[in-house]
Antibody, heavy 121, light 110 residues
Framework: QVTLRESGPALVKPTQTLTLTCTFSGFSLSTSGMCVSWIRQPPGKALEWLAR???????YYSTSLKTRLTISKDTSKNQVVLTMTNMDPVDTATYYC?????????????WGQGTMVTVSS | QSVLTQPPSASGTPGQRVTISCSGSSSNIRSNYVDWYQQLPGTAPKLLIYRNNQRPSGVPDRFSGSKSGTSASLAISGLRSEDEADYYCAAWDDSLSGVVFGGGTKLTVL
């Protein structure tokens, strides 16, 4: 059974750096075709894709947020970490991690439950 | 402003067939797969349709997807009250080298 779970601070102050961890099970990020993405959703608004890391360590970032994002993986711990610098109140959102199975579904087939992050002083 | 354009709302009565559109461009929908996600209130999105028209196991065949040119559609037949949710389309965008989502469509079952 494939599961993903997001963890991180519920509250961050403006200008701080946010660090989120996605801990997953049921698959390995060293397996060809496996990828993990981060997606966020501000309250009452649409989904926004943020970043993706692939089994071969290729990385992709949202064009609009590229300068603020870093995605990395620890294959031995089954974790993917996203850092976002210079947080602003507009970054308040639920942050999801999701598996992307390249070559099979070619879609986000499994999602975590999400973690709500509020940016406020 | 989302790269993929969806109607903000749609509605239907139980048993009806409803269609939700998703409009994009040559750099996303025309040249890549389209996926659809269902988000029930207060929950994480769930994959509904992948590779334009494929259903994951467990998704009823009442849900179907199609694509033509720079547009895609999600059709729901035999509408049920539990279909009331937000629906999002998504696709890879070659120009942006990233995934783009639609703005979402809120489906109401009257």
């Amino acid at each position: 059974q494939v599961t993903l779970r997001e963890s991180g601070p519920a509250l961050v102050k403006p200008t701080q750096t946010l660090t989120l961890t996605c801990t997953f099970s049921g698959f390995s990020l060293s397996t060809s075709g496996m990828c993990v993405s981060w997606i966020r959703q501000p309250p009452g608004k649409a989904l926004e894709w943020l970043a993706r890391i692939d089994w071969d360590d290729d990385k992709y970032y949202s064009t609009s947020l590229k300068t603020r994002l870093t995605i990395s993986k620890d294959t031995s711990k089954n974790q993917v970490v996203l850092t976002m610098t210079n947080m602003d109140p507009v970054d308040t959102a639920t942050y999801y991690c999701a598996r992307f199975a390249s070559g099979s579904y070619d879609a986000f087939d499994i999602w975590g439950q999400g973690t709500m992050v509020t940016v406020s002083s | 402003q989302s790269v993929l354009t969806q109607p903000p709302s749609a509605s239907g009565t139980p048993g009806q067939r409803v269609t939700i559109s998703c409009s994009g461009s040559s750099s996303n929908i025309r040249s890549n797969y389209v996926d659809w996600y269902q988000q029930l209130p207060g929950t994480a999105p769930k994959l509904l349709i992948y590779r334009n028209n494929q259903r994951p196991s467990g998704v009823p065949d009442r849900f179907s997807g199609s694509k033509s040119g720079t547009s895609a559609s999600l059709a729901i037949s035999g509408l049920r009250s539990e279909d009331e949710a937000d629906y999002y389309c998504a696709a890879w965008d070659d120009s942006l080298s990233g995934v783009v989502f639609g703005g979402g469509t809120k489906l109401t079952v009257l």
